[in-house]
């Protein structure tokens, strides 16, 4: 199994998710961050806005899955995701040693 | 050694910790998330009422352990956070490579 | 590659990008975080003042960087996060699998 860390501009957000669920995928978990990539202290562009400040708001999107999935959210996520300015956001990929549903108690990918 | 996520419903938080005293797990690093599973689109009960939006607020609980105490982890979050209805959440198991005490430079198991 | 993830004291931020900066690490994603160490339960120094509450506001700093980098990044975020106070921080090491520039589509090591 494998954690798919996605982190993205906010306002693609709703997109992201529901070019997500055309693949199926549908747990996720989301959390809002502040970030910065190569261009620290240059400029990057925030809501049609220039701005200087270093720490700008990204939302992660952390998507727990099999194998099989990874490449097909990478690019379901990169399709949306993309405008081709400079902090569009990465994606980074982890292995996942195990998974438990804790309603049921399954583990393993029966539980993703 | 290990980390365990655990991503349960917010109102158990506080009974987590202290189940998770009760077997010595003093340290975790809590954030605030929202998610979903595989209840996407359709309800699910928060704080007693059914309601149809897709990201529900979750409360995320890393532990970094040692990997003989991720077991009983498991199991005394399981005890806690395990209602029977849906939405009850998720622990997910990684790797870890080393760890660092910032105040004494402790690193590996001394440092957990 | 690896991740790097430190949790250090809120305070601390901004000293923490200075230093990194002056070893080329630019990127990186921050989030508030809550957590408890070794001294759930005791007191703990927060902005000068006691207090008793056990889940004390932290910033989680996740570096995304190559191998060799791990050791400079670690020594950085120590020389400035610690005050030699309990509470000081933690620092957690993993393995990364891959890692995707959403703008541009590079991947591995290009990408980070
Ligand atoms: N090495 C890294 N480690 C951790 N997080 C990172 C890293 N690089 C980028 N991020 C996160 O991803 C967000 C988006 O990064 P960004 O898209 O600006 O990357 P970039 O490498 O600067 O590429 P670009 O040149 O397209 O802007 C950052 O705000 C930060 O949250
Ligand atoms: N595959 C996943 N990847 C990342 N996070 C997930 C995943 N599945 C669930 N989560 C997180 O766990 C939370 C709780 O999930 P939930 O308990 O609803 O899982 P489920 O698989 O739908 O099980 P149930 O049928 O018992 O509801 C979600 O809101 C989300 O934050
Ligand atoms: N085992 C752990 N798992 C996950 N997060 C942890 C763990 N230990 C500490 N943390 C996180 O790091 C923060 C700082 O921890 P802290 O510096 O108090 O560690 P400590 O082991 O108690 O060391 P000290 O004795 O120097 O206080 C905590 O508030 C929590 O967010
Ligand atoms: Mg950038
Ligand atoms: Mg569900
Ligand atoms: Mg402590």
Redesign the interface.
Known sequence: M??VDC??RPDVLEEV?NEL?KIKI????????????????KKEIYRGEEIEI??LP?V?IEI?TDDASVESI?DA??KV???????????????????????T?ERGEK??
């Not at 549908?26 to 910065?36: A, D, N, R, Y």
């Not at 300015?85 to 982890?94: E, H, P, Q, R």
């Open positions: 494998k954690k982190i993205v998710k669920s549908h747990g996720m978990t989301v959390s809002q961050v502040f970030g910065c990539g190569l261009q620290k202290g270093s720490l990204k992660k727990v990478v996520v990169t995701a993309r405008t081709g300015n400079v902090g569009d956001g990465k994606i980074f990929i982890y292995d996942i040693q195990d998974a438990i549903r804790i309603r108690g539980a993703i």
